[in-house]
């Protein structure tokens, strides 16, 4: 149980874990804490916050959580204001879809605390972004990352491990590299691509006509493009060492694939056609039924 | 009205026209044509087809209105067949999802009859293949995109038109070339992105892992790679011109993403990100709520 939780950055993600965990009453009280004073208003009358302060050093007073979700850019000049200004009882932890950067930013901010951060990210969300499009299932049955540092105490990753399981979610653990790797590859390459490819379409001169003839497979191929681009220029920069990687290794395959293609080696693309045919249909066999 | 349809390949398009058009009363009688008789068994038993035969100088016989819903590459031995055992009345139409290569298997197999030949293409589908998978309201409001020849009398283009109006579908005309492109663009080169990215992934020494932590961003990109494989192997083999200069385009763009995220340059990340995200909304303000 959380007697006081302070979310800075009441958008999807935060607004959404401030909703669960109010559903779940595992909380008894949520200060939110943002730059706009607006947001923060909205997120009060749709009950998603009890108050606000556009303070960090005030909305974090006697919180015994505190949960960064705020874009990743933003997270270091926070940890410098919540280390002077932490109860001493209070964890830390952040949503950050990249963690290298995020730990580092920890490390040379939080200086006497670190052990009190537990870096945390939950594999959920939608295109949309703001307190406006948080829902209190945004987490049920997804899986929240934990990449635990050395200093923290097994009590302070527990706490932070249940307060997921009240929002709904399957917590597990991971090394730091491990995460920005496999993010790398099944979310942060993916959206690179979306956006490049309705990008590189955008700038075709019948672009219009183009748009006009896209179908079923391009309308969810393409969806992830409506994603905020500012959380995703930050997300590529601060994930760049694993994107870099897994995108040579896309860009080798697909320049295979385009040789195979001019060349007409039938073989070869209907292997990598099938290949990924059946490593999908694997994949969707572990989803629910209603989610494939 | 359709007096005797023959559809040449009764799975997911040719069996959903065949649902259609008989809801619409639009035909009086419906042959089903096809390598497998269990298929075509299968497809009388869901009343989707009145009778078939394995053999298609047979079917086509009597017909007035013949559809080719087979593979591309399957095409010029159909044409060569159909060419001397067609009835004169009889109109034929394709499905193929790349004309160019269809037009020129009609001009080498069809001889005096190419006048009579439209080609035409649906933009639908699903990722699902075979008559099970069929329904009569796949082309509700879809686009099918006819490219007639020079050859072609206007009348046999309007009986295609109606035919694919009374299946629900909006009909467009425009030259093979151009249909070409704009496929490429909108279709094929989404297909072979989902299909590659799939493909690197299950190359990964712990993919296993990576698809268990692939959210629902990656659910939505790669749903199109549990495509038929061999299906859209012939579509790109078919359109490779069109579909290697839109590669190429691709390509270079995510060459320079890779390089700006690289140098950390983020104004050019985001204005990609915003870029792409402006032409992705306009695009989903011109779809029905539903299909967002």
Same mark, same amino acid.
């Given at each position: 149980m959380i007697n006081r939780l302070c979310i800075i950055g009441v958008g999807l993600i935060g607004g959404s874990l401030a909703r669960a965990l109010r559903g779940a009453q595992a909380c008894a009280h949520i200060t939110g804490c943002g730059r706009s004073e607006e947001n923060l208003q909205r997120a009060c009358e749709l009950g998603v916050i009890d108050d606000y302060s556009t303070d960090i050093a005030e909305a974090v007073k006697g919180a015994d959580m505190i949960v960064l979700?705020?874009?990743?850019?933003?997270m270091p000049a926070i940890f410098r204001i919540i280390d002077v200004h932490i109860d001493a009882q209070a964890i830390i932890t952040d949503v950050g879809s990249a963690k290298s950067t995020v730990v580092q930013a920890a490390r040379d901010n939080l200086?006497?605390?670190?052990?009190r951060f537990v870096p945390g990210h939950p594999i959920a969300g939608t295109e949309q972004s703001g307190v406006e499009a $948080?829902?209190?299932?945004?987490?049920?049955e997804r899986r929240v990352i934990l990449t635990p540092?050395?200093?923290?105490?097994t009590e302070a990753v527990e706490r932070v491990k249940k307060m997921w399981e009240a929002a709904g979610a399957l917590v597990q653990l991971m090394p730091v590299d491990h995460h920005d790797e496999v993010l790398a590859a099944t979310s942060h390459l993916p959206h690179i691509l979306a956006f490049g490819l309705v990008d590189t379409l955008s700038k075709m001169s019948d672009r219009d006509e183009i748009f006009q003839y896209a179908a079923g497979g391009f309308r969810d191929f393409s969806r992830?493009?409506? $994603?905020d681009p500012l959380m995703w220029r930050d997300i590529c920069i601060e994930n760049s060492a694993a994107i870099i990687q897994i995108m040579d290794n896309f860009l080798q395959d697909l320049e295979a694939l385009k040789q195979a293609i001019a060349t007409a080696d039938l073989d070869t693309v209907e292997a990598i056609f099938r290949r990924a045919k059946e490593a999908r249909d694997r994949y969707t066999e572990q989803l629910a039924p209603s989610s494939k």
């Open positions: 979700s705020v874009p990743l850019r933003a200086h006497n605390n670190i052990a $948080s829902f209190a299932e945004l987490f049920n540092l050395p200093e923290n105490k992830i493009a409506s $994603s």
